[in-house]
Structures are given as structure tokens and as C-alpha cells.
């Protein structure tokens, strides 16, 4: 076979199922690579995929992905001991997505001993797994150039070794375990072992904090902000990102092919249609990068988050049922906020409590509030002490955002004096990205 430049991704196709959740349908798809072949599809970029599955896969898995326009499909390997069945919690992202992959533990994945086809592809997007990437690497031809995608199934990029001086970029999200291992306080560690494959380019994916593309070669950073909107399904979003950022990088170079994974990436977080990614995304194209630029958006590093406390105002209490106040707890810690919680750090009163006692945590919190930057509020019950700490915060001019899921609070001085105020925890995520983001912009 002839050579061509046509992309081929590599890496695993699952099944996802997402499970049901108040407000949304549970929803069954193919997964994995499978996700970045949608991307490519509503882009319309040419694109091949060669992949592990299971058996009972292959012959579905070849269906959908000619439905996609994929112009040819490489089995790579059987999966066995497990079905490759993932099933998804939180497909929003709102805080950790609670992936389960079943039988994980007996889980192999068994390359084919003769791959025919991998040596006519010279531009390979691989999403590494638990595949033998040395293996692998000598079925291709030794002019292909990769970009590796990596997730959770690698924690060490010296098993890329075998690639060294082949790579062209280097892909990663603050999800990942090689992040959290590399990268996760200071991220010269994770930019460090990148240069060691010699990359042109690292791209970090910071969720809704936007991205950061590192030049290696030029030792140049830009941020790519995030457009921050109604979240339908994060599942599968940052392949789509890499996926049309790397098909596109040759034709357009780096900066802009991110900006347009950027793009396709957003539309894919916005719905589960491929009809309808696929027309929206093909209108947002038409769009002049000058203009994409100008939009702006949310641009907040993971690494700067620390840097801006948020005072978490609620009823803190032990004796209170407040599943909600600590699931947005949760979410904020997730995606590495500093949160600061009065109650936690001042004490809980105990009851009766004397008036020194209230004096002194009175001025305690108050001192605190002072120090924050921000307030996530979540005022269940109609708790007084965080509607009073919602207008001391707006009296001092801070944003506050305010999470009211039992919707007990529809008063104008709280929906109107809050930044950000709903019912919807994703909605009060994004709110406390944005408001963060618009003080680190301020004080840059």
C-alpha cells in the first residue's frame, strides 16, 4: 500500500454507558477511540483507525465507524478476560467521573502477530493503553510521525521510549495519572519529561480552565481559553480536542489547529448527536481565528487556582443533612480550587454557646471572609449565617457565586447580588471558573 497522510488514530474501542442522573437519560455508546472518529467525521478530516476490541465488537465497531467516514479500520488485537464496558457516573465532569472499567483486574489486551496496513500511515494519533507500545512501534514505517494522547493506562513516559525522536506532540489532561505524578504542583516536572521524546509541542488540557500549548521548540506557552457553557456530556471531549488538533497542525500549524480543537471539542461537550456536532461544528470553521480569539473566554491554569481562596459559606454543620454542599465541595477541591470552609477551620460552636464564644468565631470567620477572594455560597435550609455572609461578601465588593439546589432562595438581593446564581451545580462550576479567571486577569 501505498504511503499517505490521511491520520490514523490508535488506541481501544469500549462500550460507554453512562448511568442515569436527575435531569438526564442514561445513554450507551461506542466509546473510546471511537470518540476522537466522531470528531474527525464532523471536521471532516480524512481519518483511519486501527484498534483493540473485543470479538464480539469488531464487526459493529467496522459498521459505525463506515457510518463515520472512516476510510479504512485495522483490528490490532483481541481484548480478553473483560467485556471493555465502561461505565461513567458523572458525564458532566462536574467533579471526578467515577469510571468504572469492568474486570479491569483480568483485563489483557493481545496484539494480532501480523498487523498488515500500519506501515502506510505517516501521521499516527495514538491513545496509549494497555497495548505493548514497543510492539507496536515496529509495525509502523520509520518515517511515521506520532502524537501521543495520554490518559489514565500510563503512568510513565519512558514506556514511549521506543518513539523518541518520532513525536511531534505530546498530549495530556489534568486527569490523568501522569499528571498527578509529574505535574500536579509545579508543571516544569511534566514539561521536563516530555522534552525527553523531543516533541515539537505539549498540550495540557485543563478542563474548564482551557489549555495551555507549550512550544518546546521555540520554549513559548499560550493559553487557549475555554468557552464555558451548558455541559451535556464531557465524555470522550478531549479526544475530540487532540484528534482534529493534531489532523490539522500540518495544514495550519499548532497554535491554530489547538484553537480549532478547542473549538470542536466545546461542540462536543454540548450535545451526544453526531448530526448535530457535526453542523454546528462545520459553521464554527467558518469563523476567521482572528475572530475566535477575540471571543475570549475562561482562561484559568491549574496551577494558578490555589492562588485565589474561596470562602465556602454554608451550613457546615454535623447535625444537617447537606449531601450538596458536599458534593460542590468536592467539586471545587477536584479541580484543585483552594476552598476554605469557616466551620472546618474556626470550629463548629457547640450549643448553648456563651457570648465570648460568639464573639470570638464571629471574628474568626469574618477575618477569613476578609482574606477570600471569592464565595461559593450554598445556602440550604435558608441558612441566615450564609445569607448574611452572601451580603457581607457583596458588600465588599466579592464575587460570589451561589449553589441553591433546593431552589429555597429565589430572593432578588441573593439571585441578583450573586455573580452567578442557580440550581445547577455545572452552571455554579463554570460561574467560579469565570469569576477566578476575571481576578487573574485583573492582577496580571
Known amino acids: 500500500m501505498a504511503a499517505t497522510e490521511t491520520l490514523l488514530v490508535v488506541g481501544e474501542l469500549v462500550v460507554?454507558?453512562?448511568?442515569?442522573?436527575?435531569?438526564?437519560?442514561?445513554?450507551?455508546?461506542?466509546?473510546?477511540?471511537?470518540?476522537?472518529?466522531?470528531?474527525?467525521?464532523?471536521?471532516?478530516?480524512?481519518?483511519?483507525?486501527?484498534?483493540?476490541?473485543?470479538?464480539?465488537?469488531?464487526?459493529?465497531?467496522?459498521?459505525?465507524?463506515?457510518?463515520?467516514?472512516?476510510?479504512?479500520?485495522?483490528?490490532?488485537?483481541?481484548?480478553?478476560?473483560?467485556?471493555?464496558?465502561?461505565?461513567?457516573?458523572?458525564?458532566?465532569?462536574?467533579?471526578?467521573?467515577?469510571?468504572?472499567?469492568?474486570?479491569r483486574d483480568k483485563k489483557q489486551l493481545l496484539l494480532h502477530e501480523q498487523v498488515q496496513g500500519l506501515d502506510a500511515y505517516r501521521q499516527v494519533l495514538v491513545f496509549p493503553s494497555r497495548f505493548d507500545m514497543q510492539a507496536l512501534a515496529a509495525s509502523f514505517a520509520p518515517d511515521a510521525s506520532f502524537a501521543f494522547d495520554i490518559?489514565?493506562?500510563?503512568?510513565?513516559?519512558?514506556?514511549?521510549?521506543?518513539?523518541?525522536?518520532?513525536?511531534?506532540?505530546?498530549?495530556?489532561?489534568?486527569?490523568?495519572?501522569?499528571?498527578?505524578?509529574?505535574?500536579?504542583?509545579?508543571?516544569?516536572?511534566?514539561?521536563?519529561?516530555?522534552?525527553?521524546?523531543?516533541?515539537?509541542?505539549?498540550?495540557?488540557?485543563?478542563?474548564?480552565?482551557?489549555?495551555?500549548l507549550f512550544d518546546i521548540v521555540r520554549d513559548t506557552v499560550e493559553e487557549i481559553p475555554a468557552t464555558l457553557g451548558k455541559t451535556v456530556n464531557s465524555v470522550g471531549v478531549g479526544d475530540v480536542y487532540s484528534a482534529v488538533m493534531v489532523a490539522l497542525a500540518a495544514s495550519l500549524g499548532w497554535s491554530e489547529a489547538a484553537w480549532r480543537g478547542c473549538q470542536a471539542a466545546t461542540i462536543y461537550s454540548q450535545t451526544t448527536f453526531p448530526d448535530d456536532i457535526r453542523r454546528d461544528l462545520q459553521r464554527c470553521f467558518t469563523l476567521p481565528l482572528s475572530a475566535l480569539q477575540s471571543l475570549g473566554g475562561a482562561s484559568l491554569p491549574w496551577h494558578e487556582r490555589p492562588r485565589y481562596s474561596i470562602y465556602f459559606a454554608g451550613p457546615d454543620f454535623s447535625y444537617v443533612e447537606k449531601q450538596e454542599l458536599?458534593?460542590?465541595?468536592?467539586?471545587?477541591?477536584?479541580?484543585?480550587?483552594k476552598v476554605?470552609?469557616?466551620?472546618?477551620?474556626?470550629g463548629e460552636l457547640q450549643r448553648p454557646a456563651s457570648a465570648g464564644e460568639l464573639h470570638h468565631t464571629y471574628q474568626k470567620d469574618?477575618?477569613?471572609?476578609?482574606?477570600?477572594?471569592?464565595?461559593?455560597?450554598v445556602p440550604l435550609e435558608r441558612d441566615p449565617g450564609t445569607l448574611v455572609e452572601i451580603g457581607m461578601a457583596i458588600q465588599m465588593s466579592k464575587p460570589v457565586v451561589t449553589y441553591d439546589p433546593r431552589k429555597e432562595n429565589e430572593?432578588?438581593?441573593?439571585?441578583?447580588?450573586?455573580?452567578?446564581?442557580?440550581?445547577?451545580?455545572?452552571?455554579?462550576?463554570n460561574g467560579i471558573f469565570d469569576v477566578v479567571a476575571k481576578l487573574r486577569g485583573e492582577t496580571r
Open 16 to 103: 460507554d454507558f453512562t448511568l442515569p442522573q436527575s435531569g438526564f437519560m442514561c445513554k450507551l455508546r461506542l466509546g473510546g477511540v471511537a470518540h476522537a472518529a466522531r470528531g474527525l467525521w464532523a471536521a471532516n478530516i480524512e481519518y483511519s483507525v486501527a484498534a483493540f476490541c473485543p470479538r464480539y465488537l469488531v464487526d459493529e465497531a467496522r459498521r459505525y465507524l463506515e457510518s463515520c467516514a472512516c476510510e479504512e479500520f485495522i483490528w490490532l488485537g483481541d481484548v480478553i478476560g473483560a467485556p471493555n464496558v465502561v461505565i461513567i457516573q458523572d458525564a458532566t465532569e462536574v467533579g471526578h467521573q467515577g469510571y468504572e472499567d469492568l474486570m
Open 151 to 212: 490518559a489514565y493506562d500510563l503512568d510513565d513516559i519512558a514506556l514511549l521510549d521506543a518513539f523518541r525522536g518520532r513525536t511531534r506532540a505530546v498530549i495530556i489532561s489534568t486527569s490523568s495519572v501522569l499528571f498527578a505524578r509529574l505535574g500536579k504542583d509545579d508543571v516544569s516536572g511534566l514539561v521536563s519529561a516530555a522534552r525527553t521524546l523531543s516533541p515539537e509541542v505539549l498540550l495540557l488540557k485543563e478542563n474548564r480552565g482551557g489549555s495551555r
Open 326 to 337: 458536599e458534593a460542590a465541595a468536592k467539586s471545587l477541591s477536584y479541580h484543585n480550587f
Open 340 to 346: 476554605r470552609r469557616p466551620i472546618r477551620e474556626n
Open 366 to 377: 469574618l477575618c477569613l471572609l476578609q482574606e477570600c477572594d471569592a464565595v461559593f455560597a
Open 411 to 429: 430572593n432578588t438581593m441573593v439571585m441578583v447580588g450573586s455573580s452567578v446564581y442557580s440550581a445547577d451545580l455545572d452552571a455554579c462550576l
